[in-house]
């Protein structure tokens, strides 16, 4: 059964910076795009960065050039750094990773837990 475990998140101060991990754990074929989006209370799940399988990186204009993506393949792990974080950043983030569960099979988007990330002003 394939699973992704987040491990990061929790209480910062603006200007301040965290960091969280997801572990794709299980067996699968292949992994194409892993990323990470967020849900602030109250409001629809958005897209914060994405990586591609050849490490081409996507993110959402809020958070240009304060968080960085990072993926180790062999590790079967995305990354997420955030620096110069603002209380806009305060929601709950989740892992998302698309990939094949096995040949010849559709790829398919598999989701974490979410973790809360909290900024206090």
């Known amino acids: 059964q394939v699973q992704l475990v987040e491990s990061g998140g929790g209480l910062a101060q603006a200007g301040g910076s965290l960091s969280l991990s997801c572990v794709l754990s299980?067996?699968?074929?292949?992994?194409?795009?892993m990323g990470w989006y967020r849900q602030p209370s109250g409001k629809q799940r958005e897209l914060v960065a994405s990586?591609?399988?050849?490490?081409?990186?996507n993110y959402a204009d809020s958070v240009k050039c304060r968080f960085s993506i990072s993926r180790d393949n062999a590790k079967k792990t995305v990354y997420l750094q955030m620096n110069g974080l603002t209380p806009e950043d305060t929601a709950v983030y989740y892992c998302?990773?698309?990939?094949?569960?096995?040949?010849?099979?559709?790829?398919?988007?598999?989701w974490g837990q979410g973790t809360q990330v909290t900024v206090s002003s």
């Open positions: 998302n990773v698309n990939a094949r569960p096995s040949f010849g099979v559709p790829s398919r988007d598999y």
């Open positions: 299980g067996t699968i074929f292949s992994t194409n795009s």
């Open positions: 990586i591609s399988s050849g490490g081409l990186t």
